[in-house]
């Protein structure tokens, strides 16, 4: 999607290896987002930013860490990845402008840990 | 506990005919709800929002309608069109400094030509 790519696209781990995921930005959008999406469970909140090194927890944050240390780059780590983080994640990006016209997606990275 | 139910997981409906898409809620302090379709290997796209000061929004073939006595939204297609087929996510959000967003678990929209 424009103004938001998502790195790697595709990722095989390996159960308690570490493994780094980046959003990056071109937007200068104030909030960005990492979402997980698992069947039944929709799109799930794991962390979010409302700034520079400002970052709090979501609905699922356990196992999950993250970093924001430019406005355009949003990294999300596994420390110790387990086969229950095998999902799609997904960043998000918004405004200040609130909710008008929702969030803007990236296109995903597809996690499998084996 | 969701708070955000799609209790339908697929629905097909023919070329031309209306689709309805359903969406409950639980927690009261939502006051904007927002739809997303999402095609596969691709993130979900901004559809239609509603505020709650309204029970209606409308934009071409999408309508919006919310219940809130109900807590219930729904998504109407008129007229269905084979690329709708598509994942279908109702989300919610209640003011706070996150903009966050609660999401329902999706229902697969398949429109046969």
């Known amino acids: 999607d424009a103004g938001i790519t998502q790195s790697p696209r595709h990722k095989v781990t390996e159960t308690g290896t570490p493994v780094t995921l980046r959003c990056h930005q071109t937007?200068?959008?104030?909030?960005m987002y990492w979402y997980r999406q698992d069947p039944g469970h929709g799109l799930r909140l794991i962390h979010y930013?409302?700034?520079?090194?400002?970052?709090d927890k979501g609905e699922v944050s356990d196992g999950y860490s993250v970093s924001r240390s430019k406005t355009e780059d949003f990294l999300l780590t596994l420390e110790s990845a387990t086969s229950s983080q095998t999902s799609v994640y997904f960043c998000?990006?918004?405004?200040?402008?609130?909710?008008?016209?929702?969030?803007?997606f990236g296109s995903g990275t597809r996690l499998t840990v084996v | 506990d969701q708070q955000v139910k799609q209790n339908s997981p697929s629905l097909s409906v023919q070329e031309g005919r209306i689709s309805i898409l359903n969406c409950d809620y639980t927690n009261s302090m939502f006051d904007y709800f927002l739809w997303y379709k999402k095609y596969p290997a691709e993130g979900p796209t901004f559809l239609i929002s509603?505020?709650?000061?309204?029970d209606k929004n409308e934009d071409g073939r999408f309508t919006v309608f919310l219940n809130k006595s109900a807590k219930h939204l729904s998504l109407h297609i008129v007229p269905s069109q084979p690329g709708d087929s598509a994942v279908y996510f109702c989300?919610?959000?209640?003011?706070?400094?996150?903009?966050?967003?609660?999401f329902g678990g999706g229902t697969r929209l398949m429109v046969k030509p």
């Open positions: 509603i505020s709650s000061i309204k």
């Open positions: 937007e200068n959008h104030r909030y």
């Open positions: 998000a990006i918004s405004d200040y402008g609130g909710l008008d016209y929702g969030y803007t």
């Open positions: 930013s409302y700034g520079v090194k400002d970052t």
């Open positions: 989300a919610a959000s209640y003011n706070n400094a996150g903009n966050m967003l609660t």
